[in-house]
Structures are given as C-alpha cells and as structure tokens.
C-alpha cells in the first residue's frame, strides 16, 4: 500500500513557475514507476509526465515537453514535477500516481493516487 500526498499548487501568471511535490509513504516507494496527471473542469484526466523508478528514463506528454521536468528522490520517497513557462491551458487539479509497470502513460497502469492540488494559471 501507498499513499500520496501532492503540495505546491497555486495561482501562477502565465509564464510563471510552479514545482510541485509528491509525499509517498511505504518503504517500497522505489519500487514503483511514478507519473503526474491533470484534470481540467470537463474534461478527462490526462497524462503530463512519468518516471521510472531508478529515475533513469523520463517521459512527456508533447504539450508539457521543454517546459516540465519531473524527477525523484527515492531517499526522501519524494517525486517532483517542476512546471515553468507556465500557460492558461495548464490549469488543472494535478495528480501524481505511483505504478509497478515500467513507464505507465495511461491512468490504467496506476495502482495508487494522491487526491490532487490545484494549478491556476492567469492570463
């Protein structure tokens, strides 16, 4: 069993920074692939960034890639996600969600989910 807690949600302007965090508890954290999701009101829950669990490989949804980095530290059983060049169309509720396959990019390959944090992005 693993919990997640995401912080470091916020209103950003559009061109801004965020970097948000994600608090894993189990000693198995290094273990697991992690990944970030967003949800936008009316829409679906989509994918934004994975990592797997050394850390070694990455991987970016093509409207994130140059602008998101996501990365872990497996001492701290921490996972990172930070956001720069931030635009309006990146406000959503951002999850992040831990998964024993090797890179999961769809919700179904996520055994585990934190319940959100807020990004807003003014224009």
């Known amino acids: 069993q693993v919990q997640l807690v995401e912080s470091g949600g916020g209103l950003v302007q559009a061109g801004g920074s965020l970097r948000l965090s994600c608090a894993a508890s189990?000693?198995?954290?290094?273990?697991?692939?992690m990944g970030w999701f967003r949800q936008a009101p009316g829409k679906e829950r989509e994918f934004v960034a994975a990592?797997?669990?050394?850390?070694?490989?990455?991987y970016y949804a093509d409207s994130v890639k140059g602008r998101f980095t996501i990365s872990r530290d497996n001492a701290k059983n921490r996972v990172y996600l930070q956001m720069n060049s931030l635009k309006p169309e990146d406000t959503a509720v951002y999850y992040c969600?831990?998964?024993?396959?090797?890179?999961?990019?769809?919700?179904?390959?996520?055994?585990?989910w934190g319940q959100g944090t807020q990004v807003t992005v003014s224009s």
């Open positions: 990592i797997s669990w050394s850390g070694g490989s990455t």
């Open positions: 969600a831990a998964g024993r396959t090797l890179l999961p990019i769809t919700t179904t390959g996520y055994d585990y």
């Open positions: 189990g000693r198995t954290f290094s273990s697991y692939a």
